[in-house]
T-cell receptor, first 115, second 115 residues
Framework: DTGVSQDPRHKITKRGQNVTFRCDPI?????LYWYRQTLGQGPEFLTY????????KSRLLSDRFSAERPKGSFSTLEIQRTEQGDSAMYLC?????????????FGPGTRLTVT | AQTVTQSQPEMSVQEAETVTLSCTYD???????LFWYKQPPSRQMILVIR??????QNATENRFSVNFQKAAKSFSLKISDSQLGDAAMYFC????????????FGTGTRLQVTL
């Protein structure tokens, strides 16, 4: 078990460009979460999946953001037409859900800088 | 909506001493989970300790223990025999027991450990 992995670890992009991040959860974890963390703040929930179904989206997730989890395995988070306010650390976490416990295991994050 | 408040942006403790980090939360739920997560510099977030609200006994994990006061909605973390490796950001987090299993985090407390 290699833990939750995220790719890339760092991304620098120009305002207006599209970016896509990938998260690979711990194998067999059926729940996957995306959070955003800005400097000096705690992580804020963006969205979560149970298997391939996206069950909840935060109001923070504007229509420029889209997340997918095809086949209930890895997940991607895409930001279209990036803005400077999108600069943050994007964290992914996974868990087994209620039956298997409730701990969320976090990945190392993708740090996005929009110039 | 649930909120989590950490009123100590920074704390400092000498090696081998004890330190207590404070957390208060607001919820109308009667059953929920509370967590303390540790985020070392440039490293991923890891779970330190968790508490189920229905349990009256305070959780302990080696040098880490909590003081859970349900009526006061207070959930403090005590670190005994502090070590240099304890230096990190510590986040208090709340989660309901329902299917919406997102974590709500506080703003964090930066803990420095000095010799």
């Amino acid at each position: 078990d290699t833990g939750v992995s995220q790719d890339p670890r760092h991304k620098i992009t120009k305002r207006g460009q599209n970016v896509t991040f990938r998260c690979d959860p711990i194998s067999e974890h059926n729940r996957l979460y995306w959070y955003r963390q800005t400097l000096g703040q705690g992580p804020e929930f963006l969205t979560y999946f149970q298997n391939e179904a996206q069950l909840e989206k935060s109001r923070l997730l504007s229509d420029r953001f889209s997340a997918e989890r095809p086949k209930g395995s890895f997940s991607t988070l895409e930001i279209q037409r990036t803005e400077q306010g999108d600069s943050a650390m994007y964290l992914c976490a996974s868990s087994l859900g209620r039956q298997g416990g409730y701990e969320q295991y976090f990945g190392p994050g993708t740090r996005l800088t929009v110039t | 909506a649930q909120t989590v408040t950490q009123s100590q942006p920074e704390m400092s403790v000498q090696e081998a001493e004890t330190v207590t980090l404070s957390c208060t939360y607001d919820t109308s739920e009667s059953d929920y989970y509370l967590f303390w997560y540790k985020q070392p510099p440039s490293r991923q977030m890891i779970l330190v300790i968790r508490q189920e609200a229905y349990k009256q006994q305070n959780a302990t994990e080696n040098r880490f223990s909590v003081n859970f006061q349900k009526a006061a909605k207070s959930f403090s973390l005590k670190i005994s025999d502090s070590q240099l490796g304890d230096a990190a950001m510590y986040f208090c987090a709340y989660r309901t027991t329902g299917t919406a299993s997102k974590l709500t985090f506080g703003t964090g407390t930066r803990l420095q450990v000095t010799l």
